[in-house]
């Protein structure tokens, strides 16, 4: 993907709240847009209706708590990941995103003052010494699909450079890395990459970079100093899955080692309402059985048969790498890694200390 073309195609209108209006970022992004100025409101309930669609972007302030935990799921284990909120919503289009069943307003809207998020991250590091603090902005969005139009994330990469305890990972489903690739100190930021094998990606992420792109950026930016992270989520059982994944990983073998993070591995997994909300995929005719939390997913021994090839085909081809399962049971963690040589991400720790804002 061209990054600037692209969003002149995709985004046809730019708001702004008036709070916001002469921040650098919007003005950087107007500009970026090719357009005189983001169209100003006082709440993003004044956009026009005829706009309030995924065509439109607006600016908002940075309001309530920047950062909190990922929700996790009840009944399984939290990998102590925090979440600071940036972009909220995505046009790439996945056919399985959480997102559809609950997100009421399509417009996607940036918080575009990166300062609480920094504080609040500098006090969780502060409250919670000797501990590493884990936080992505991927979790209601791509972190990276509007960040070389805004510009946010290198705010708060270079904030974190000198905070060692704080590892930033930006997340992402497209190859728009260049515009990071010249930070000169890039502390503990971790890019990472959402992978699936290309038959999966043609069929359920439409809109977002092919694999082999997203591999070359992974490439760019462990070149550039930073490291990256694989995440393998959501694994779906479809056609010839097996030889798809083992290709997959086998691609991951030009990546240095000592530069990969972590690796997660995900199930598909769905809420009653997301698979009401879209309309029928192939995958979701396989046989699944709702969980603790009340999502869908495969039976329990065929998530831990499916989540140990993947574990072995990541060892064969990389050797002893990080890796942890995401929402997952204490059950099915401890029959995936029994005799493991790869090293699970440590998530088994009590939880971290979320200090108030201010405190
Ligand atoms: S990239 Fe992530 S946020 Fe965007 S549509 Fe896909 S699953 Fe949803």
Sequence with gaps: MSCFS??????????????????PAVRRAAQRLALRGAKLVTAREQIPKAHRNDRTLVAVPTRGSPVGRCPGSRGHICCNYLTADLYAGCTLGCSYCIMQSYRNFAPLVVNIDTYPIIAAVRAIARANPGRRVRVGTGQIGDSLQLDPLFGLSRELIEAFADEPSVELELK?????????????NVGNAIIAFSL?????????????????????????????????????????????WQAWYRALIERL??????RIAWVSLGMVRFTP???????????????????????????????VEIYRFMRGTLEQALGRVPIYLCMESPAVWRHVFAGARSAPVGSLLAPLRLPQSGS
Excluded at 172 to 184: A, G
Excluded at 209 to 214: C, F, K
């Design 253 to 258: 073998r030009t990546m240095p080692p000592l």
């Design 172 to 184: 992402t489903k497209t190859d728009f890395v260049d515009h990071v690739l010249d930070v000169s």
């Design 6 to 23: 692209y969003y002149r195609r995709r985004f046809l209108h730019f708001y702004a709240e008036h709070e916001v209006a002469e921040h």
């Design 273 to 303: 309402a997301l698979r009401d909300a879209v309309p029928p995929r192939r995958f979701m005719f396989d046989e699944f059985v709702p969980s603790r939390d009340g999502k869908l997913r495969y039976l329990q021994r065929e998530r």
């Design 196 to 240: 699936n094998p290309p038959e999966l990606v043609a069929q359920e992420e439409p809109e977002t970079a092919p694999v082999a792109d997203r591999l070359a950026a992974a490439e760019r930016v462990a070149a550039a100093g930073y490291r990256v992270a694989f995440h393998f989520d959501p694994i779906i059982r479809v056609g010839e």
